[in-house]
Structures are given as C-alpha cells and as structure tokens.
C-alpha cells in the first residue's frame, strides 16, 4: 500500500473517530449542551465553540442538525467503503473518493460562505479568536477532503491512461 493511501486511511480513521465521539456527542445531546457545560468536557467544548457558532451550542439549528445527521449516518459509511476499497485496492475507489472529497469539501465552503455572506449572525462576538475557532475547527475537513478529490482526480487520469494495475 502506498504511503498516500495509508495516511488517506489515517485521516478517514480520525474523521471515523470524530464523528461517532464529539459529533454523535453533539447529536444526542444538542439540546442540553448549556447545562452539561456546566459539568462535562465535551460540552465545553461547544460552550466554546459556541462563541463562533450559536447555531451549535445554545440556538441550535435545523441545518445544523441536518448536517451533522448526514455526517454522522451517511458520510461515515462512505469512509468505511472507501477504507475498505482502498485495502482491497478497488479500482472504483476513486470515483467514491471523488465523490466523497468533493461533497465534505463543499459542505465545508458552503458553511464558510453563508456564515460570510450573512455577517456572521450566529457569532456570538467578532474577534480574530472566533473567527479562528469558525474557520480553524473546520478547516482540517476542508483541506483533507479537498486533498482527497485532489489525489482522486490524479488517480482517475492514471487510470484512464492505463497506468493502475488490474484488479
């Protein structure tokens, strides 16, 4: 397996990761965060997150909830599939990395530009700090994902001059 392909399974691991600890967290709890700040770190996380984003933390949102049900239960799968396509070294897997890097890198900038586009009204205060919390907590899914579509395109060119081996 090449080196790419085993960080490409490291950083889908660690989005695994996130999803079914911090962001399931969130889903389950979303609508007790404020009083579980009081007494629970993942809570407080949010609490401070929450500068950045109320929609998050205590004015929380349908979007919001929608997004992270769809990155929980849906994109989540996908990661798995494309782990396992990569280990079996699918040839598909590029189209399903597409995809995938392409939908996550867009949702990202799509959060970004409405925040923007709408003068931040879920930030609680305009500060370098919270605006490094908005676009720094979300940016390792942005450049990862987008790294991902990225590295699918050079893949898919290598495969239709070619070059990858058969399956």
């Known amino acids: 397996m090449s080196r790419k392909d085993r ?7 660690f989005t695994l990761c996130a999803a079914l600890s ?9 609508d007790e965060l404020v009083v579980r700040a009081e007494t629970e770190w993942m809570a407080k996380l949010f609490r401070i997150y929450g500068d950045a984003d109320r929609g998050i933390y205590d004015q929380v949102t349908p979007m919001a909830v929608g997004q992270e049900a769809i990155n929980i239960f849906i994109t989540q799968l996908f990661n798995l599939w494309l782990i396992v396509a990569i280990i079996a070294r699918k040839r598909y897997r590029y189209v399903l990395q597409l995809g995938l890097g ?4 867009y949702s990202v900038v799509l959060y970004y530009a409405s925040a923007h586009l709408t003068g931040y009204p879920d930030m609680r205060y305009r500060s370098l700090w919270t605006f490094g919390l908005l676009y720094g907590a979300n940016l390792p899914w942005l450049l990862g994902y ?22």
């Open 7 to 13: 960080l490409t399974i490291v950083f889908l691991v």
């Open 22 to 30: 911090l962001e399931l967290y969130w889903f389950t709890y979303r």
């Open 146 to 167: 987008g790294a991902l579509a990225w590295a699918a395109v050079g893949g898919l060119g290598r495969g239709l001059r070619g070059e990858l081996d058969r399956d």
């Open 102 to 105: 392409s939908y996550v890198a």
